[in-house]
């Protein structure tokens, strides 16, 4: 099954085994709303070397992610330099402002 995908999206403390090896034609995408505090594996340049798109809180990431508040009154910061291509959006509580949000971006 995982041989067969395109992308796979790991998430913080999924350790991939040592011994699988990666099909030259997918993309391994880390994901973490966390912190290196939390999984430091984060932090651990070897181990993120083997995922081609990080998706994090840091907002240095290839897609920087956060939790949203329930209120529209969050603070939102501006990302540190412009960024283009594709966009991922995961969403686990339908927030209507957050879609209108998205949206935007």
Known sequence: CLHSADVVLLSAGIVVPKTQLKPPWQIWLYMSLESGELYPEMDDAAYMAAYEIE??????SHVPITFAPREASVVRRRMTEAKTGSVLYVQSNCVEWRDAYVAQL
Do not use: E
Request: hydrophobic share 50%.
């Open 55 to 60: 998706a994090s809180t840091r907002l240095a």
